[in-house]
């Protein structure tokens, strides 16, 4: 048996099943999104779980937060190649904060991470205190405070990097959600895995509400993207897209039609078109999803890992990097516009 993020997989059968799919993609040529491919990058060697989650540096590395892995890792774009950075695990997602530093997000580590990537230097931050498997992605406030989006802990985290302090913000439940999206309003829209409602978090008040409700079924959404146009794409992990928009209050499912074994951990928002790219983690193949018709298309195959990637990232040159999670290589998606 496999663990992959919590779910419990047969190797023997949902591995064969998983490899049949990407071959069957590649003989319809599913791959083929006009000039989009998908290319393995370096090695990183870090084993299984490796890396969840990453940001993207102006100088062209992306620093990849270490959730398996025993080291931090920096992939260089300018030159195509991987460094381990400092030692440190447990972390689910990065923020680049303002002034320059990397945090990572606490998964099962018990503290705040920070990382210097000027000085490659590594800090361990305040504690949190709360449960394992605590927290899943997180943003920065504009009041400079980063938010942490609760997963198993149940309570909202807030770190301030002016003063190096932690404190628990609103109890938002435990185990309900994964990933999130700052909108107009200054509000944080929570991505529901096994919860019924789309959440929403008002920083300024620190409370907690449910917003509006989404479909009954497990293992719905794995992060969350802001559109260009305001609205916020919930990414499809076990059955359709979700899109809530905040303005009207309005929440629409979107059923991945053509999109082989839809399961996807993470979208990176393509700037160019204002598509997203749907990261692919059970899936045998890359996603996009266009807003401008709410319509998806099976993007490239990978290199047919199981659970290969968890986030992505983009880089200059209209790529996106995937963050290996089982994947033993970097994955790059090239033409990603």
Do not use: W
């Amino acid at each position: 048996m496999t663990i992959i993020r919590g779910r419990t997989l047969s190797t023997r059968k949902d591995g064969n099943k998983f490899k049949a799919d990407v071959m069957l993609s590649r003989r319809r040529g599913l791959g083929a999104n006009g000039a989009m491919r998908y290319v393995d990058g370096p090695a990183h060697g870090r084993g299984s779980n490796a890396f969840c989650g990453g940001v993207s540096l102006p100088d062209g590395r992306v620093i990849l937060a270490p959730y398996g892995s025993q080291y931090i890792g920096i992939y260089d774009s300018n030159n195509n190649t991987y460094t381990n950075g400092p030692a440190a695990s447990g972390f689910d997602g990065a923020v680049l904060m303002t002034d320059g530093r990397v945090l990572f997000v606490p998964s099962t580590n018990a503290n705040i991470g920070l990382y210097n990537p000027t000085t490659n230097q590594y800090t361990v931050g305040p504690a949190h205190g709360q449960a394992n498997n605590t927290f899943c992605q997180g943003l920065q406030l504009p009041d400079g405070r980063v938010f942490l989006s609760p997963s198993m802990g149940g309570s909202v985290g807030l770190y301030n990097p002016s003063n190096n302090t932690y404190a628990n913000g609103a109890f938002a439940g435990a185990g309900r959600f994964f990933g999130c999206s700052l909108i107009a309003d200054g509000r944080v829209v929570l991505a529901p895995k096994t919860y019924n409602y789309i959440g929403l978090y008002n920083p300024t008040t620190n409370q907690y509400a449910n917003g509006l409700e989404v479909e009954n079924y497990a293992n719905k959404f794995y992060c969350s993207v802001l559109l260009q146009d305001g609205r916020v794409l919930l990414v499809p992990y076990s059955h359709g897209a979700g899109l809530y928009n905040p303005s009207l209050s309005t929440y629409t499912n979107i059923h991945p039609g053509g999109i082989v074994n839809a399961r996807f951990m993470g979208g990176v928002l393509l700037p160019q078109s204002g598509r997203v790219l749907f990261v692919p983690n059970m899936s045998p193949t890359v996603g996009i999803f266009d807003p401008s018709n709410n319509t998806h298309i099976v993007g490239p195959a990978h290199n047919g890992t199981a659970g290969a990637f968890c986030m992505g990232v983009n880089m200059p040159g209209n790529k996106v990097l995937l963050v290996p999670y089982q994947s033993p290589n970097i994955g790059i998606v090239e033409n990603a516009a």
